[in-house]
């Protein structure tokens, strides 16, 4: 069926094993990364089933928006799909309720506040009642745990599948997790006979880069124009000025971005990601409203802008790169003012104090990575509690790091090759000095001003600068004044934002940011903590990019290597493939991948036959399209 429906020649990682368990009725947990191929998981037993007579398949998802191209998508494979949300009319809805109850459809799609609602609960039991209901596919399954960052209520009603229908199997499936959101999927979706497929989370085709951030928006207009021009992306901001006004930048030098976020109007925003979904190389700028569930395959890069919450939100949304298998790009820019705000946001929040300890640790897990100088996917993994086994590691010095709390993380030692530390090992330096006169003068221009004060300042003290203020309040006699000459200002920022990273220092957000020593501040002056710190990062890993070749565009044309007539072939599909598309009303690779177009132009077909095992035509799609696209390959000469 994988063959005949979709296409594809085999089965990937796991997927055989799911889809045998599930075809036998087996309860089944699926943990995979996004685009590991969770659909097949689903739809490959669901097919199954209906052909062994037994009936439909139930698919519970909350992207209302992207059920429309996911049927869509089952149709153009030749399976009967349909889906019943807000969106569609009584009318429509009463004609996909009539197609169910007849048993016509082998997937259905319903959002979760709809499954459980009285109504159609009672159209399931008269499915079940005439053993017409062949499988409950629960996808996003996290939204049903507080600590996944999509909880969803509505989640929580689901057990209502299982109380009433106890025979139908079930299969849940979440690309998020961590042991806590796992173990709440178990017990809130009482899936705990449940077989579960935990797969490796390493998506190795995205390259990790996090850079310091000192001029943000230029900083990512030159990682787009030199490493992702005429690419689609997607850029992720905190807030929706920044939005905004990023969106703009990049519109005014001629990068084709488009804004989302939720304060726009919901019309606007469904246009802007239809067009996001639907045309080639638009780059949408963004908050973390966006993007949970978009299924485009060739997102080349997910930016960040500004630091997300936690690693499950980072991992999350970078892992929106590169669903297609092809290279594609995660990169982020950090600095202090990210500490900051998320500590500061921590604080404000109105959650009770355990929750705001477990929101801490979370955010130093994620500093930790960002200040680690060594393999980002090691550590990415590591959390996930996932061992990488990599190359090992290449020679040098060992890289240690420093983990939550300011408790010193072994070198991990496994290098992958493709994240910015592996591929240009930064320089790292002791800051172990610099440090200590940085908490030291924290410390007495307290005792003696009885004050405290921001980072400008400290830092103003220690490098010696008579400024206004220092004169002011007489800073010029504390005795650290002038001592730290020696370190450049970046330096200094470089071992502050550790320092808060690894929890030795503070910022009293509620008191203009001003700089507060913490119960982890006395081993480092004590000088029992040393500060390891990258330097110059940002330009020696986009040399080493450069220099080792990953930084080449990263298209389906280049990864199947096609000639100069493969490339004009390529490129005549994907203009007939956008008619096809505009017509169907789905986005174009609903239609066909760029990876099955380039391995048609690749193979310069001219007979139907030699159409045959291309990845990604199954056997609707030959029968609908193939001599259309003969014609489209021949055209080209
Ligand atoms: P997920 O839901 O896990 O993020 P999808 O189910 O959307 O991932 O699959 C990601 C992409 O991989 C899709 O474009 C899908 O068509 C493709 N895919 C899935 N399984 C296979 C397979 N066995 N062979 C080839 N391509 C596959
Ligand atoms: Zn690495």
Request: overall charge neutral.
């Amino acid at each position: 069926m994988l063959r005949e429906i979709f296409g594809y020649p085999q089965f990937r990682g796991p997927q055989a094993d799911i889809i045998e368990h599930v075809c036998g009725g087996g309860d089944a947990l699926v943990l995979m990364p996004t685009g590991g191929g969770k659909s097949l998981c689903y739809q490959v037993p669901a097919i199954v089933r209906q052909r062994a007579g037994q009936g439909i398949a139930v698919v519970v998802s909350p992207l209302i928006a992207l059920m429309h191209d996911q049927v869509g998508a089952l149709h153009e494979a030749g399976v009967e799909a349909a889906f019943l949300n807000s969106s569609l009319s009584g009318e429509q809805a009463a004609a996909v309720e009539k197609r169910l109850l007849r048993g016509e459809i082998t997937l259905l799609y319903a959002a979760p506040e709809r499954v459980t609602t009285p109504r159609f609960l009672a159209q399931l039991d008269s499915l079940h009642e005439r053993g017409m209901l062949s499988l409950f596919a629960i996808d996003e399954a996290h939204c049903v745990s507080q600590w996944g960052h999509d909880f969803r209520p509505e989640y929580r009603a689901l057990t209502v599948l299982h109380e009433r229908y106890a025979s139908v199997p079930r299969i849940a499936l979440t690309a998020t997790a961590d042991a806590l959101t796992r173990q709440d999927i178990l017990e809130r979706l009482q899936l705990e006979d449940a077989r579960q497929f935990v797969s490796s989370f390493d998506r190795p085709n995205i390259s990790y880069t996090i850079v310091e951030k000192k001029d943000p928006t230029q900083q990512l207009l030159r990682f787009i124009e030199s490493e992702h021009a005429g690419e689609a992306g997607i850029v992720y901001c905190q807030s929706r000025k920044r939005v905004e006004e990023v969106a703009q930048m990049l519109q005014g030098q001629g990068i084709n971005a488009l804004p989302y976020h939720a304060g726009l109007e919901s019309q606007m925003r469904q246009r802007h990601q239809d067009r996001f979904l639907r045309e080639d190389a638009i780059v949408m700028v963004a908050t973390i409203a966006f993007g949970m569930g978009i299924d485009k395959p060739d997102v080349r890069f997910v930016a960040h802008l500004d630091m997300p919450k936690n690693i499950e939100g980072y991992y999350q949304e970078t892992g929106r790169a590169g669903r297609d298998g092809l290279p594609a790009a995660a990169w982020m820019a950090y600095g202090l003012q990210d500490v900051v705000n998320q500590r500061r946001m921590i604080d404000e929040s109105p959650a009770g104090e355990d929750f705001k300890q477990a929101l801490r640790g979370k955010l130093d897990a994620l500093l930790a990575l960002a200040e680690a100088t060594d393999c980002r996917r090691v550590r990415l993994l590591a959390y996930f509690g996932e061992t990488y086994e990599g190359d090992p590691p290449a020679a040098g010095p060992p890289q240690g790091g420093r983990g939550p709390r300011g408790h010193e993380v072994p070198s991990v030692g496994a290098t992958c090759g493709n994240c910015d530390n592996c591929v240009a090992p930064p320089k790292v330096w002791d800051g172990t000095d610099a440090a200590r006169k940085l908490l030291s003068t924290i410390y007495r221009v307290e005792q003696q001003s009885g004050l405290r004060f921001g980072a400008g300042h400290i830092m103003d003290i220690l490098r010696g600068k008579a400024t206004e203020k220092v004169k002011q309040h007489g800073h010029a006699s504390v005795s650290t004044f002038g001592i730290g000459a020696e370190f450049s200002e970046t330096q200094l920022r470089g071992v502050l934002r550790q320092l808060m990273a690894t929890g030795a220092l503070t910022v009293d957000a509620a008191a203009f940011n001003t700089l507060q020593l913490t119960a982890g501040s006395r081993a480092v002056l004590r000088g029992e903590q040393t500060v390891r710190l990258r330097e110059a990062v940002a330009a020696a890993a986009a040399k080493g990019r450069r220099a080792s070749g990953t930084a080449k565009l990263a298209s389906a044309a280049v990864a199947a290597g096609l000639t100069e007539g493969g490339r004009q072939r390529f490129d005549a599909l994907k203009a007939w493939r956008a008619e096809v598309a505009r017509e169907h009303n789905l986005p174009a690779y609903v239609i066909f991948h760029d990876a099955t177009l380039a391995a048609i132009a690749a193979r310069d077909p001219r007979h139907p036959g030699e159409l045959e095992g291309i990845s990604g035509l199954g056997a609707k799609k030959l029968q609908a399209y193939g001599q259309e696209v003969l014609r489209v390959v021949m055209a080209v000469e």
